[in-house]
């Protein structure tokens, strides 16, 4: 059962055997001559010490030989001293996102998100409001990454007030329908959109009793949560087909972000 209040975080053995990837011993040798290998392990400790542990971890699949153990990975991390508790019931724990891989293709990046623990769903915010943290692998230190989360966590009362204004704004149900139809863009291309047809009214049916409502807040997470877990079906060629849950993470992260930019074009 869920512990609302206190998060359960992952051990080395539970990342040893979800993302192995993260305790690579050295880089691909494919990196040049100037890079330094920092396995991502090594943050995940000194994220630790600042407070800041293990939530989940996955990887992409490694698309040839060469880069298998080196790949593109994702490590969330969660404090359980940094909580967002609403006026109406809805805590949310900011959390840290953090993409690395072990190539030389790509640098600590540090994305900010959101978890809602009324429907345990994970929220991406957008670049807009919080702009990714990148630290290159030469020189890194600790004393570089307790600034930089310093930062983020002081950037927090942003989200919170991107919070506010969404649950501030009523949405009529044309306007309802409306932001359903362009959410449905950061997900599907518009040669697709025209050859299927989906029932709004299903996907802006909530699942749960908390998220009824008609603020934007509510609309934004019953709309987000389908189109990430591929709860919703859709009509192709005549036959109704069930959206598929995206498990990418790098376009799970993607159509976040742009979901969530799109709900504050709408916030008063």
């Avoid at 995940?44 to 990975?73: C, P």
């Avoid at 930062?151 to 501030?168: D, F, I």
């Amino acid at each position: 059962m869920l512990n609302l209040e206190k998060s359960e975080f992952l051990s080395r053995k539970e990342l040893k055997e979800v993302c192995p990837v993260i305790f690579a011993e050295k880089a691909s040798n494919e990196v040049s001559k100037h890079y330094t290998h920092i396995p991502t392990s090594k943050v995940i400790d000194d994220m630790e010490l600042l407070g800041w542990g293990v939530v989940d971890a996955k990887s992409v699949k490694a698309r040839k030989n060469s880069t298998k153990g080196f790949q593109k990975h994702l490590v969330v991390f969660r404090n359980n001293d940094v909580v967002i508790n609403g006026e109406d019931g809805d805590t949310v724990f900011p959390q840290v996102l953090l993409t690395n891989s072990h190539d030389g293709k790509n640098a600590f990046t540090f994305t900010a998100g959101l978890f809602r623990m009324v429907c345990e769903n994970g929220l991406v915010i957008s670049t807009s409001t919080f702009e990714d943290v990148k630290m290159r692998h030469m020189g890194y230190s600790f004393e570089e990454l307790q600034v930089k989360i310093k930062e983020m966590v002081e950037k927090l009362p942003l989200t919170v007030e991107s919070m506010n204004k969404m649950k501030e704004t009523e949405l009529g149900q044309n306007q309802a329908v409306d932001f359903a139809k362009k959410a449905l863009n950061t997900r599907f291309t518009d040669s697709e959109l025209k050859r299927i047809k989906i029932n709004f009214e299903e996907l802006l049916t909530p699942t749960r009793v908390e998220d009824e409502g008609n603020d934007l807040w509510s609309v934004f997470n019953v709309v987000q949560e389908k189109i990430i877990s591929g709860d919703f079906e859709y009509t192709a060629a005549n036959k109704v087909r069930k959206a598929r849950e995206i498990k990418n993470f790098k376009q799970d992260q993607k159509i976040n972000k742009d979901l969530f930019e799109l709900a504050l074009e709408y916030a008063n």
